[in-house]
């Protein structure tokens, strides 16, 4: 895909700060939209499809916590990344962009070079899913997603590892300590209820009937319920 097939919008209510990074972005990527108000924002997401979504931290009247939500409640076709932005450097303003539901944060404002190479790896998974689309399940490992018949289901990190290693290997019943070895690198894991209450926990989301076991053998992926 060429970079000109790509759409990113910028919602940011004081965007004079970040124009050197946009114009820098602009050499790369002609369709670039900026918002500067909330309805405008709405309005135009409506209108496109857009890849890229990017949020200051920081906007108002609702901020980037709720205007994620808001955009998560949408569901809209073309499952745009989420990116918030700030100049804040802690911890704690990176931990509620990203339990607010965005894909990842990032602090570019001094830093326009960083963001496009950024920017340019973000879309590189972008190509990853859109090249896999054609299949009924698609995995994100770096953002734990899976897209199954292209809804997005998010799994606590573990979680995604425990199916990600069976839908990977569907042949093969995986023993608790190999599970226990393979994702966790102990196997004393194995010796617990953990990988019983992630197996339990992926059934919620797919069904009973998604993972079979087997006494003595273990786990392995069904897929003739999925993919």
Same mark, same amino acid.
């Given at each position: 895909?060429s970079?000109?097939?790509?759409?990113?919008?910028?919602?940011?209510?004081?965007?004079?700060?970040?124009?050197?990074?946009?114009?820098?972005?602009?050499? %790369?990527?002609?369709? *670039?939209?900026?918002?500067?108000?909330?309805?405008?924002?709405?309005?135009?997401?409506?209108? %496109?499809?857009?890849?890229?979504?990017?949020?200051?931290?920081?906007?108002?009247?609702?901020?980037?916590?709720?205007?994620?939500?808001?955009?998560?409640?949408?569901?809209? +076709?073309?499952?745009?990344?989420?990116?918030?932005?700030?100049?804040?450097?802690?911890?704690?303003?990176?931990?509620?962009?990203?339990?607010s539901?965005?894909?990842s944060?990032?602090?570019?404002?001094?830093?326009?070079?960083?963001?496009?190479?950024?920017? +340019?790896?973000?879309?590189?998974?972008?190509?990853?899913?859109? %090249?896999?689309?054609?299949?009924?399940?698609?995995?994100?490992?770096?953002?734990?997603?899976?897209?199954?018949?292209?809804?997005?289901?998010?799994?606590?990190?573990?979680?995604?590892?425990?199916?990600?290693?069976?839908?990977? %290997?569907?042949?093969?019943?995986?023993?608790?300590?190999?599970?226990?070895?393979?994702?966790?690198?102990?196997?004393?894991?194995?010796?617990?209820?953990?990988?019983? *209450?992630?197996?339990?926990?992926?059934?919620?989301?797919?069904?009973?009937?998604?993972?079979?076991?087997?006494?003595?053998?273990?786990?392995r992926?069904?897929?003739?319920?999925?993919?």
């Amino acid at each position: 895909m060429s970079a000109n097939s790509y759409s990113i919008v910028f919602f940011d209510n004081s965007v004079s700060r970040i124009y050197k990074t946009i114009d820098l972005i602009k050499n %790369t990527y002609t369709n *670039v939209f900026i918002c500067n108000q909330e309805n405008e924002f709405f309005e135009i997401l409506e209108k %496109t499809e857009f890849d890229v979504i990017f949020l200051n931290l920081d906007i108002v009247p609702n901020d980037a916590v709720l205007i994620t939500k808001e955009i998560k409640l949408r569901n809209l +076709k073309s499952k745009p990344f989420i990116i918030v932005y700030s100049d804040k450097q802690d911890d704690f303003a990176q931990e509620i962009a990203l339990n607010s539901g965005a894909d990842s944060f990032i602090n570019f404002h001094s830093k326009p070079g960083v963001m496009i190479l950024f920017l +340019k790896n973000i879309l590189k998974r972008r190509i990853k899913l859109s %090249t896999a689309s054609g299949k009924e399940v698609v995995l994100d490992d770096e953002r734990f997603l899976i897209f199954n018949k292209g809804e997005p289901i998010q799994l606590p990190r573990k979680e995604f590892k425990v199916f990600e290693l069976l839908y990977n %290997t569907p042949d093969k019943f995986f023993t608790k300590t190999e599970i226990a070895g393979l994702i966790w690198l102990d196997e004393e894991v194995a010796k617990k209820r953990t990988i019983d *209450v992630h197996i339990y926990n992926i059934r919620q989301f797919f069904g009973k009937r998604i993972i079979q076991s087997q006494k003595g053998k273990g786990y392995r992926i069904n897929k003739k319920v999925i993919g």
